[in-house]
T-cell receptor, first 110, second 113 residues
Framework: GQSLEQPSEVTAVEGAIVQINCTYQ??????LSWYQQHDGGAPTFLSY????GLEETGRFSSFLSRSDSYGYLLLQELQMKDSASYFC???????????FGKGTRLHILP | DAGVIQSPRHEVTEMGQEVTLRCKPI?????LFWYRQTMMRGLELLIY????????DSGMPEDRFSAKMPNASFSTLKIQPSEPRDSAVYFC???????????FGPGTRLTVT
């Protein structure tokens, strides 16, 4: 079957760096996406990795290791507005749907 | 760009009533997705369309649920009859060229009493 594992909650301090991990088991793999969702809001796209390595977009970076079926989202210089839930999502095939993980709730302490 | 538009934003209805949720995707996007989100089950894909054609409806929970996309700029998700367990936030999302980078609408919060 297919499964995505990510921690349910993570706590970090404002200004610090935090890493949210995601491991997956799927029948096929085409890429890994990350989404952010604030309470009461809609998911918003952050990044997509199809190849191994690190992709950087401002304070956010996303990493993928296909051989380890593992990826992470790295948030630097944390701000209070980064308090949200973060979802990893796997694309199983070229034209296929994506499967979302259960999400990681990030708490930021002042 | 207006983004993905959904209506209504909130819907409260009684058990047994028909509910219709509406979505207008971003112009030019060829994929449209319907999701349901609850605390217990997280974000679940219900159905998705490519070029207005339903591709995978395996996530539709029961025959009470149906979805249509009559043209590239409009889709509906209908629940008939509605039940209290259908209470959730329903999101519509669209994307271009594949499912990897999806843009979500604001969602419809459905409450069935």
């Amino acid at each position: 079957g297919q499964s995505l594992e990510q921690p349910s909650e993570v706590t970090a301090v404002e200004g610090a760096i935090v890493q949210i991990n995601c491991t997956y088991q799927t029948s096929g793999f085409y890429g890994l996406s990350w989404y952010q969702q604030h309470d009461g809001g809609a998911p918003t796209f952050l990044s997509y990795n199809a190849l191994d390595g690190l992709e950087e977009t401002g304070r956010f970076s996303s990493f993928l290791s296909r051989s380890d079926s593992y990826g992470y989202l790295l948030l630097q210089e944390l701000q209070m507005k980064d308090s949200a839930s973060y979802f990893c999502a796997v694309r199983e095939g070229r034209d296929d749907k994506i499967i979302f993980g259960k999400g990681t709730r990030l708490h930021i302490l002042p | 760009d207006a983004g993905v538009i959904q209506s209504p934003r909130h819907e409260v209805t009684e058990m047994g009533q028909e509910v219709t949720l509406r979505c207008k995707p971003i112009s030019g996007h060829d994929y449209l997705f319907w999701y349901r989100q609850t605390m217990m089950r997280g974000l679940e894909l219900l159905i998705y369309f490519n070029n207005n054609v339903p591709i995978d409806d395996s996530g539709m929970p029961e025959d009470r649920f149906s979805a249509k996309m009559p043209n590239a700029s409009f889709s509906t998700l209908k629940i008939q009859p509605s039940e209290p367990r259908d209470s959730a936030v329903y999101f519509c999302a669209s994307s271009s060229g594949g499912p990897s980078e999806q843009y979500f609408g604001p969602g419809t919060r459905l409450t069935v009493t």
